[in-house]
């Protein structure tokens, strides 16, 4: 089938105006000047805007997050690794109380394990994906762990991961459906009826004296 000139131009204004579409939408939760919408459930841990960003920097994990709970959405942001030992992630749909906050967690990973996009249960369950939960009744629990390791070694995924410069991560949740996106990467699809709802958050892992750096953290709701 031939398609014409005129009709590639057409398609291509239509998904133009799909994706503007779709950004219109969006909600800022960062507007660049202060951490209005946000909040830090602990006695420890700093956060302040330097020069657009959000910098994070503690002795001890904490995490910052969203004065509103959302349910469905596309949750996108940027995150910046410090140099030496460093691990990150982007909370969504998590619960918070004095001192801690629990819940589903986009990994960010610095280590040569390289599991960023991973989904880990922070305070919880741990491992989702890569892990042994979730498999299925005829699948072993060793045989799941292999097919998990093996996902995220693949060379796409693996290197999905930009160690030393800013890092696009992009979740989507509808219903009991998780997708993960790294750098334009789909490093996690994972279906789970743990949480429906819950705040959105970025998280500073503990080491002393890092600054974990975030920027163009936005939502829209589904």
């Not at 000047?33 to 959000?54: H, L, Q, R």
């Amino acid at each position: 089938m031939r398609i014409s000139f005129s009709s590639l131009v057409v398609l291509a204004v239509a998904a133009f105006t799909s994706v503007s579409a779709d950004e219109a939408k969006s909600e800022k939760l960062f507007n660049g000047k202060d951490t209005s919408g946000w909040k830090n459930p602990y006695e420890w841990g700093k956060a302040e805007v330097v020069d657009g960003e959000i910098h994070l920097t503690a002795d001890k994990k904490f995490f910052l997050v969203t004065e509103e709970k959302y349910s469905d959405f596309v949750f996108e942001g940027e995150v910046h690794l410090p140099d030496g030992k460093a691990n990150s992630g982007f909370m969504f749909r998590c619960h918070v109380g004095p001192n801690k906050v629990y819940g589903y967690q986009a990994e960010v990973d610095g280590s040569d394990r390289r599991w960023s996009g991973g989904l880990y249960d922070e305070g919880r369950r741990g491992w989702l994906w890569p892990s042994k939960a979730g498999r299925t009744k005829e699948e072993s629990a060793l045989a799941h762990e292999k097919k998990s390791q093996a996902h995220f070694q693949k060379k796409e995924i693996a290197g999905a991961l930009k160690r030393n410069g800013w890092n696009h991560y992009r979740i989507t949740c509808k219903g009991n459906s998780i997708k993960i996106e790294v750098n334009g990467v789909v490093t996690t699809e994972y279906k789970d009826d743990t949480d429906g709802e819950g705040y959105l958050g970025i998280q500073h892992h503990g080491e002393k004296g890092q600054t974990y750096r975030f920027r163009n953290l936005k939502v829209r709701k589904l």
